[in-house]
DNA sequence: ACTGATTTGTGCGTATGTATC
DNA sequence: TGATACATACGCACAAATCAG
């Protein structure tokens, strides 16, 4: 029962229905509303609070947390740019770094034979501390060679790209489609096993055009809206 | 257990790991992986058929029936021409036609007051019958007087549109997020619950860049993908 | 047209955990 | 606490369809 309504809830502050009060409403209301007792309600909150997706503060209400994170897909795609934007803190962690044959996707999309060589890379991105993307990366070996070692003393993606002869680059596509998240996913990216990611296949090229980096990003589908074209 | 290993074998499918031979391993090699007796894995497979996400056929094997749509987001988005693009029949369903006062996020993306009147306009998008999206419209009333009637004799939007005066559209922005579909949706979507849908919230532009039309699109998470910049 | 290997379909028996009364 | 029913998982065996040689 209280786990209906706290993913009712949770669906209906992830459809930012309380983002302009920015609070529930009081419990008894809600409770009335769901017909049940104020009990099994506070239940509900309780789990939603757990979550991080509310605050609950005695004598005030229940006030919404989440900060929707707009991440741009343009053709200019820079994750730290795009927090900054936004006046959130962009931070990295670096989970993996290492040397792996090509898999079937990754050597389609760089246009390489199977098997090739890579460089994987997988990070761990944060805004304002929170988790909100576990991003894969590969690039051709042949071209990058010594790029796992510059990650791993942390160096910015563009500064290595640009040591490489990469003076800028292009995302050349982006595929999104929607899973639900293994066990591990979940509590890497410190969400609900119970709520859907947002998965990204990205290409980009350089310049001339040459594949240079294949990526796959798998966002928290409650704190993250991907934006195409936003003009307005 | 069964659940488990259907839920797993369904994300498989769905990241397209056996979209090159087209079927699954035979059902002794599956209960070898996952280390349980035939009979459970049998149910897990029958568990997919149910879904439709594959068709088994005796002595053959278990065939991957998925068909993943590409749903290009451009500039010119054009839902008929996007399947007719990949050989897909496209069809339209209208579910509801009406005039009603814009909501809070309508209004604000139609650049009109809150409350003004608005035409509603919901279809279920198919391709070769199966339904892909359920996709909510929102019109200025005042500017297009007259569109639901047009509608419902079934004629095309952007006819419609032409109608009106209104040449060409282009597609200002489109925001993406996920969620979990209520019982009634995944009902209308023939999906089950237990997988996520993909939510679209457009705004269209005349060739002024005045906003015509704002679109709210739901989409069956395990059938389509959204592409951005398919130069690839 | 036949053979043997592979793959799905089916039947029966057994054991275990869970929900209900 | 025990009895009953139900769903689930395992093991084995065999039938039926398919395919390559």
Redesign the interface.
């Known amino acids: 029962m209280w786990k209906q309504i706290a ?1 009712e809830l949770a ?1 209906e502050i ?3 229905v309380y983002a ?1 009060v920015g609070r529930l409403p009081s419990e008894n209301e809600l409770a009335r509303r769901f017909g049940v007792n104020r009990h099994t309600l506070r239940q509900a909150v309780a789990a939603l609070a757990q979550q991080g997706l509310v605050a609950v503060e005695q004598g005030k209400g229940a006030f919404i947390q989440q900060e929707m994170v ?1 991440y741009a ?1 343009s ?1 200019r795609t820079r994750f730290s740019e795009n927090l900054l934007r936004q006046g959130l803190l962009p931070s990295k962690q670096l989970l993996a770094a290492r040397e792996v044959p090509a898999t ?2 990754a050597a389609r ?1 760089l246009k390489l034979r199977r098997g090739t060589r890579v460089l994987l890379a997988e990070m761990l991105d944060e805004a304002n501390g929170d988790p909100i993307a576990l991003a894969t990366a590969y690039y051709p070996a042949a071209r990058f060679a010594g790029l796992l070692e510059l990650l791993n003393r942390g160096t910015e993606t563009t500064q290595i790209l640009k040591h490489f002869g990469v003076a800028d680059y292009l ?10 998240p ?1 066990d591990q996913l979940a509590q890497l990216l410190r969400q609900p096993k ?5 998965c990204v296949e990205s ?1 980009d090229v350089d310049l001339e055009g040459v594949p240079i980096k294949y990526g796959e990003t798998v966002f928290v ?1 409650d704190r ?9």
């Open positions: 993913e669906t992830h459809d930012r302009d707009d897909l053709r079937e996707r999309h995302r050349a596509s982006s595929r999104i489609t929607t899973q639900m293994t119970t709520r859907p990611v947002l290409v589908g993250v809206q991907l934006v195409v074209g936003s003009d307005a």
